[in-house]
């Protein structure tokens, strides 16, 4: 079955070890949650749900005409964070399609996720994600890139994806592919995710993607053009803020 009836749901919490307080932290007078909630309704998919882990989190959405749900704080990851929440607002299983927007990205292109849906489009398919090629050596050995491992023609856009992996990875001639953690869900796949117990690949590269490909799930990869920003530190925050900086006014413009 094809994608048919998606909804969007960002994950956020306020814990965080090195940037305390994040989803609230100030952007040009808004907090960069929602500036992520208005990337993600502009990508036209389908509602966007903002599944929350504390309460400030839920008014900072609410005031901003958006829509939140509380969960549990303890849950141990976003995904047990948007299957809660979707058990609250969709226990029918209407939407048979879940978006996994993280909320620490507030320059998001909003065709990004809309690449990962369509790659539902094959029903063998249960996880659509994204990977860039990368391009500065350094992260080619950097473990803190997650190297995605896709079968795919030369020059394809679109591929299986049969490992992640924090080493450099595959060996030998070739562009090595940068995974973003943004991902596409069938609805079924989700609620069979997070029921899983964590696997010994995941444990051991600390990748929780790799539950489900052990699981015997087909994870599919979109390329893109570009890795969106994930805001972790205050120097990151600082490139957002330039990033969105309103357009300054012209001197002359007056005269």
């Not at 749900?49 to 959405?61: F, L, N, Q, S, T």
Request: charged share 25%; glycine share 8%.
């Amino acid at each position: 079955m094809s994608a048919s009836n998606p909804v969007v749901v960002i994950p956020a919490r306020l814990a965080a070890t090195r940037l305390p307080n994040k989803p609230l932290a100030d952007i040009h007078g808004e907090p960069m949650i929602v500036h992520v909630w208005r990337r993600s309704l502009a990508a036209n998919l389908g509602p966007v749900i903002v599944a929350c882990g504390d309460r400030p989190i839920a008014e900072a959405i609410e005031a901003a005409g958006g829509i939140a749900v509380l969960t549990d704080p303890d849950l141990p990851s976003g995904s047990d964070r948007i299957a809660q929440a979707l058990r609250s607002i969709d226990p029918g299983g209407r939407h048979d399609v879940v978006i996994n927007i993280q909320g620490d990205l507030p320059t998001l292109d909003p065709a990004l996720p809309r690449a990962a849906v369509a790659l539902l489009d094959d029903p063998a398919v249960d996880i659509g994600t994204l990977a860039a090629v990368i391009v500065r050596e350094e992260e080619k050995t950097n473990p803190a890139i997650v190297k995605a491992i896709v079968e795919r023609e030369e020059g394809a856009r679109t591929g299986r994806a049969y490992y992640f992996t924090r080493t450099t990875a595959p060996w030998g001639d070739g562009p090595l592919l940068h995974h973003i953690g943004l991902y596409a869900y069938r609805r079924a796949a989700l609620e069979r995710y997070v029921t899983l117990p964590p696997s010994a690949l995941e444990r051991r590269e600390k990748l929780e993607q790799l539950r489900a490909l052990t699981a015997g799930m087909r994870i599919d990869v979109a390329i893109v053009d570009t890795v969106p920003l994930g805001v972790d530190t205050q120097d990151e925050l600082e490139r957002a803020r330039g990033l969105l900086s309103p357009p300054q006014p012209n001197p002359g413009a007056t005269r």
